[in-house]
C-alpha cells in the first residue's frame, strides 16, 4: 500500500478463527478497555492487506508473527467507511486460522501490556460489537473527568459525529462477522 493523502485510509481488519473450537478472536478497545473488538489497523507502506492482517493481530492480539498472510484475493470483503470530513477508510477483512492453543503459549506480545485477548463463539462476538457500539465516544481529554462540565455546540457537535463514526465501524464489524458465518454455512440470527 503507497501513502496518498487524497485516498483513502486502509485498515486490515483480522478475524482470527480456531477452527478446532469454532471460536473468534477478540480485543479490549485501548479507549474502552473493558469493550472487545476486532483486531485491526492501518495497511503500512509496502505491506500487502494479509500481510496487515497478520502484522497487527500479532501487535494487538499476540497471535504467531508467522501465519502465512493470505493472498489478497482471499479477503473475505472489502467494506467503505465514508467520512464527511476526510477521504473515509477501505477495511480489508482476512480470515485468519489458527489453533487456539498455539495462540494461548504466546504469553507476551508488542501490545499485551495494553490490551487483554479473548475467544469468543461468534453470537458473543456480535454482542460484544454491538456493546462496543453502544458505549459513547470519548476523546482523550475527557477520559478521566471527576464531575460533568457544560460543553458548548461545537463540542457536541464533535462528540456526535466521533459516535457516528463508531457505530460505521461497529457495523462493518457486524457486516464482516455475518459475512464470515454464513461463508461457513451457518447464521448468527438477527
Known amino acids: 500500500m503507497t501513502k496518498d493523502k487524497s485516498e483513502p485510509r486502509h485498515v486490515a481488519v483480522s478475524l482470527v478463527y480456531s477452527p478446532q473450537t469454532r471460536r473468534l478472536l477478540m480485543v479490549t478497545s485501548r479507549a474502552h478497555p473493558g469493550l472487545w473488538i476486532f483486531p485491526k489497523g492501518g495497511i503500512e507502506e509496502g505491506e500487502s492487506s494479509g500481510q ?3 502484522r497487527e493481530s500479532w501487535e494487538e492480539a499476540g497471535t504467531p508473527p508467522s501465519l502465512p498472510a493470505p493472498e489478497d484475493a482471499e479477503r473475505l470483503m472489502m467494506l467503505a467507511l465514508p467520512s464527511k470530513k476526510k477521504k473515509g477508510s477501505v477495511w480489508h477483512v482476512h480470515v485468519l486460522e489458527v489453533n487456539e492453543d498455539v495462540v494461548e503459549c504466546i504469553e507476551q506480545w508488542p501490545e499485551s501490556h495494553e490490551r487483554k485477548r479473548k475467544w469468543f463463539i461468534p453470537s458473543e462476538c456480535l454482542s460484544n460489537i454491538q456493546e462496543w457500539s453502544k458505549v459513547p465516544s470519548t476523546s482523550s481529554d475527557d477520559n478521566h473527568l471527576e464531575s460533568p462540565v457544560e460543553i458548548d455546540h461545537d463540542e457536541k457537535v464533535e462528540k456526535s459525529k466521533q459516535q457516528q463514526k463508531k457505530e460505521r465501524k461497529a457495523g ?10 454464513e461463508s461457513r454455512g451457518e447464521s448468527l440470527g438477527k
Do not use: G, N, P, T
Not at 172 to 181: D, G, I, K, T, V
Open 172 to 181: 462493518a464489524m457486524e457486516m464482516a462477522l455475518r459475512q464470515f458465518m
Open 52 to 54: 496487515a492482517a497478520v
